[in-house]
């Protein structure tokens, strides 16, 4: 009984959350420094320049260039390097990105999941292909030759300064400066000329990784996940590990909230040892991610804010990918549409941010509510995703977008008290697929 009207509790709390949550008013940012018309005198001149050469600057790139624009990419560094990343890329986005991969960029593909909890292991396995696994240093390389295929101009500067005069940009490297009409920042969540939009993000928005890219032992200790995706909750505060195997090497890495997680050091070795690492690997590295459902502006007079710059990061699994790249793709409609027009105003750019958040904006948001609910009461959520098939299955459709995070919830809510008096039944079943029932 007292299952019950717990559950039933929890039911009403959530409703109403969900029924009273109300969209905040996003903060702008510091907004661009002026200088002077003949400061743009003589400079080379684009339409857009993309900053960061990610997914999400690539994807932008590359549609405006197919659109016939003068794009430039400012990419810091030159490429491939390493990027931290489990290296998931979804069904759903793999077809978004309209071009197929080479084979070689591929490592494997995941065909299900595999959730642990306190001891408590469920795998789920798909009827079709959930993801593939690729090296990010890799991937993005070639994202970024994509684009380069399709017409964009590719330089590998550093942008260090931006200044607006009337209705164009001076954007100025250590090697030039360059004018253009309009700006997409796709600098990742750690650059700060996104701040001159949005104001940076606090330690309650934002995550921490830690990540390793460990090379695969004789004989393989992790053979049986070569196509499946290895999830440990309860490692990391308001997050979880990871080992992904990508053929050659493991993908070992863990993620949490940064406003209450201070060790992710020690948390990361006490991961590695609990999967049998037993030394810090030289490949380690850490990078901060944002915090996706928090409202932040997205654009201003001639500027759109894409990929982590925009906060685009699902906060329940920290997946970004999907939204880097169709954040692009959806800047590029904008602003050909805003050139064509000849309005680069940020009243015409507000369309950018109503498409995303029309395509996964609120579906971020009702994420970013449940990662509450579900990091604040653990043992309720967790223990249900590692005991119920029907729920992991269903959890699934959500990462596969066949179904939102709302409808997932709602789905959940009606079947909570059942589903909850049958996990506390259900046995542990291991990574082996024995059934323990202690």
């Not at 002026?34 to 993309?50: K, M, N, R, Y």
């Not at 309650?204 to 053979?223: I, K, M, N, Q, S």
Request: charged share 25%; aromatic share 8%; net charge positive.
């Amino acid at each position: 009984m007292a299952c019950w009207i717990g559950s039933i509790a929890l039911i009403a709390v959530i409703l109403i959350a969900i029924r009273l949550s109300r969209r905040v008013t996003p903060k702008a940012g510091t907004d661009f420094p002026q200088c002077p018309q003949d400061a743009l005198d003589g400079l080379e001149s684009f339409d857009t320049i993309v900053i960061g050469g990610g997914p999400a600057g690539s994807s932008a790139a590359r549609s405006l260039a197919l659109s016939g624009r003068r794009v430039l990419l400012l990419e810091k560094a030159p490429m491939p390097r390493r990027k931290l990343c489990g290296g998931a890329l979804s069904e759903h986005t793999y077809r978004r990105l309209g071009f197929t991969l080479p084979p070689d960029l591929i490592d494997a593909e995941a065909m299900g999941a595999r959730i642990t909890y306190r001891g408590r292991t469920l795998e789920h396995r798909h009827d079709s292909r959930m993801a593939l696994l690729v090296t990010r240093s890799h991937f993005d390389h070639f994202l970024l030759k994509k684009a380069e295929e399709a017409g964009a101009t590719i330089r590998y500067e550093k942008a260090e300064r931006i200044q607006h005069s009337g209705n164009r940009f001076r954007v100025e490297t250590p090697i030039a400066a360059y004018s253009t009409q309009t700006l997409v920042i796709a600098e990742g969540a750690v650059g700060r000329l996104h701040t001159h939009v949005r104001p940076p993000d606090t330690p309650a928005e934002r995550g921490f990784c830690l990540e390793a890219e460990r090379p695969v032992e004789t004989p393989d200790r992790f053979a049986d996940i070569r196509q499946v995706i290895d999830i440990h909750f309860g490692v990391a505060e308001f997050g979880y590990g990871w080992v992904f195997h990508h053929g050659s090497h493991y993908s070992v890495g863990i993620g949490g909230l940064s406003s209450v997680m201070h060790d992710y050091p020690e948390a990361m070795s006490d991961f590695s040892r609990s999967r049998g690492f037993n030394e810090r690997h030289p490949s380690q590295k850490g990078h901060p991610i944002p915090r996706g459902g928090v409202p932040r502006r997205l654009a201003s007079d001639g500027c759109l804010l894409v990929g982590d710059a925009a906060g685009f990061v699902d906060p329940f699994t920290g997946e970004g990918i999907s939204f880097a790249i169709r954040s692009g793709q959806l800047a590029a409609q904008t602003l050909d549409q805003a050139i064509e027009a000849d309005d680069v105003s940020e009243r015409f750019l507000k369309r950018y941010t109503q498409a995303c958040r029309g395509e996964f904006g609120r579906n971020l948001e009702d994420a970013l509510r449940l990662s509450k609910l579900m990091y604040h009461i653990p043992n309720l959520f967790l223990r249900i995703l590692t005991s119920s098939p029907t729920v992991l299955a269903r959890y699934f459709d959500v990462q596969l977008q066949r179904i939102s995070y709302r409808k997932f919830v709602f789905w959940l809510l009606f079947r909570l008290p059942v589903i909850w008096l049958g996990s506390l039944r259900h046995p542990t079943v291991s990574a082996e697929g024995q059934r323990d029932t202690k």
